[in-house]
Structure formats: structure tokens, C-alpha cells
């Protein structure tokens, strides 16, 4: 799993996380931008604080979901994933290198967060000359002014809908919930349903690289 900040592994597969068996989760940022905005508006002096304490409730989340991957961060600045593309694309195609995964599960390309579709580029770049199945999880994005959550944008790609049993939900809940800092951002998802869908990546022989 490649997710751009601590919270986005709870939106993707929070309700069915040890399902995913053994599980390697990389995130790319830290989850604390170099603005300090909403650092300052927390009551965090500094940037560290606030990255530290973002880490805290991602472990706490993890701890209610039972799920004990291998966490690799790579510390980026929340918002600067798109100046390090090249070296997370290095880096990710290491990971999957040594992993050898049977998927990789990441954001679609959307325009939900600049993160997201940093990771989605990176993911994609690093998966180009391999055989590794790319898995998307429905994030959110804006479309004809409405925020939506746990939905793809409309596009003709099959989709795989998980509803969550009771149990489910209330693990995703209260995994939601252990990010207090994200409390605001989080309001407006639902537990009730997780969705997937399955891309194949080809490279052209102009060495052009497509997803369909």
C-alpha cells in the first residue's frame, strides 16, 4: 500500500485492512506541511511536533485495525510530494523490488490532493516494467462543485464495491476517530462501503507508458 499521509491507509481499506494479509504501507509525506498553518492553528510550535504527533495517531489507528504492517515513511513535507517525484519513483520501485508485492494499492489520479496524484504518478512510473497488478482505492474529489468522498470520478473502468458489516464499520470509525488532529477533514467520510478498481499499465514501443 502507497498512500500519501497518515490517515489516507484508514480512508482506503480502514474496515478490511487484515484482509490485506501481509502488508507492506509506505507513506510519502509526513503528513505536516512546511506552511505551519495548520500546525499553528493545532497549537504545534513546530513543524516536527506536528509530523510527530500526526505519526502518533496513525500508530493508534493501527492498533485498533489489528493490522501490524511493515511501515516505511519517507518523510516528505506534506505538499511537497510533487517536487520529489523522481526520487520517490526511485525509491517505490525499490520497495517493490524487494517486496516483490502481489498488487500495489494506491490513490487514483484525480485532483483530489496534489499528493495523491504525486503518489498515483510515482506508483504508476514505478510499476511500468513489471507485472505488479496497480489497485486504486476511491479517495475523494471535486466535481461540479461538490465535495465527494469514497467515490471514483466517472470513468469506464470496472469497479470492485466492498459494504462493511457492522464490525467493519465500527473498526473504521473508531481508526477515523484516533486522528484528532484530522478531525475536520475526515467529517464528511462514511464507513459503509470501500471501492477498488484493478488498472493495467503498458508501455508503447515509443516507450510511451499508458493505464487503462
Given at each position: 500500500m502507497v498512500v500519501a499521509h497518515p490517515d489516507d491507509e484508514t480512508i482506503a481499506a480502514g474496515g478490511r485492512l487484515g484482509w490485506l494479509g501481509r502488508l507492506t504501507m509506505v507513506h510519502v509525506?509526513?503528513?505536516?506541511?512546511?506552511s505551519m498553518e495548520d500546525a499553528r492553528r493545532l497549537g504545534f510550535r513546530n513543524r516536527e511536533s506536528y509530523a510527530a504527533e500526526r505519526r502518533r495517531e496513525l500508530l493508534a489507528a493501527l492498533t485498533v485495525s489489528g493490522c501490524t504492517p511493515e511501515l516505511i515513511e519517507f518523510?516528505?513535507?506534506?505538499?511537497?510530494?510533487?517536487?520529489?517525484?523522481?526520487?520517490?519513483?526511485?525509491?517505490?520501485?525499490?520497495?517493490?523490488?524487494?517486496?516483490?508485492?502481489?498488487?500495489?494499492?494506491?490513490?487514483?489520479?484525480?485532483?483530489?490532493?496534489?499528493?495523491?496524484?504525486?503518489?498515483?504518478f510515482a506508483v504508476r512510473r514505478s510499476l511500468a516494467d513489471t507485472a505488479v497488478p496497480l489497485?486504486?482505492?476511491?479517495?475523494?474529489?471535486?466535481?461540479?462543485?461538490?465535495?465527494?468522498?469514497g467515490e471514483f470520478l466517472p470513468a469506464s473502468i470496472p469497479e470492485a464495491s466492498?459494504?462493511?458489516?457492522?464490525?467493519?464499520?465500527?473498526?473504521?470509525?473508531?481508526?477515523?476517530?484516533?486522528?484528532?488532529?484530522?478531525?475536520?477533514?475526515?467529517?464528511?467520510?462514511?464507513?459503509?462501503?470501500?471501492?477498488?478498481?484493478?488498472?493495467r499499465i503498458t508501455i508503447s514501443h515509443h516507450g510511451r507508458m499508458r493505464v487503462r
Amino acid at each position: 500500500m502507497v498512500v500519501a499521509h497518515p490517515d489516507d491507509e484508514t480512508i482506503a481499506a480502514g474496515g478490511r485492512l487484515g484482509w490485506l494479509g501481509r502488508l507492506t504501507m509506505v507513506h510519502v509525506t509526513d503528513g505536516s506541511p512546511r506552511s505551519m498553518e495548520d500546525a499553528r492553528r493545532l497549537g504545534f510550535r513546530n513543524r516536527e511536533s506536528y509530523a510527530a504527533e500526526r505519526r502518533r495517531e496513525l500508530l493508534a489507528a493501527l492498533t485498533v485495525s489489528g493490522c501490524t504492517p511493515e511501515l516505511i515513511e519517507f518523510g516528505i513535507p506534506d505538499q511537497d510530494a510533487v517536487f520529489h517525484l523522481r526520487e520517490i519513483t526511485a525509491r517505490l520501485s525499490a520497495v517493490v523490488q524487494e517486496t516483490a508485492p502481489d498488487f500495489v494499492l494506491t490513490h487514483p489520479y484525480e485532483g483530489g490532493h496534489p499528493d495523491h496524484d504525486s503518489c498515483a504518478f510515482a506508483v504508476r512510473r514505478s510499476l511500468a516494467d513489471t507485472a505488479v497488478p496497480l489497485v486504486e482505492f476511491a479517495g475523494y474529489h471535486l466535481i461540479d462543485s461538490h465535495f465527494r468522498t469514497g467515490e471514483f470520478l466517472p470513468a469506464s473502468i470496472p469497479e470492485a464495491s466492498f459494504p462493511l458489516d457492522e464490525e467493519q464499520q465500527v473498526r473504521k470509525r473508531r481508526m477515523l476517530d484516533t486522528f484528532h488532529t484530522q478531525r475536520e477533514t475526515l467529517a464528511p467520510f462514511g464507513t459503509d462501503m470501500e471501492r477498488y478498481r484493478l488498472r493495467r499499465i503498458t508501455i508503447s514501443h515509443h516507450g510511451r507508458m499508458r493505464v487503462r
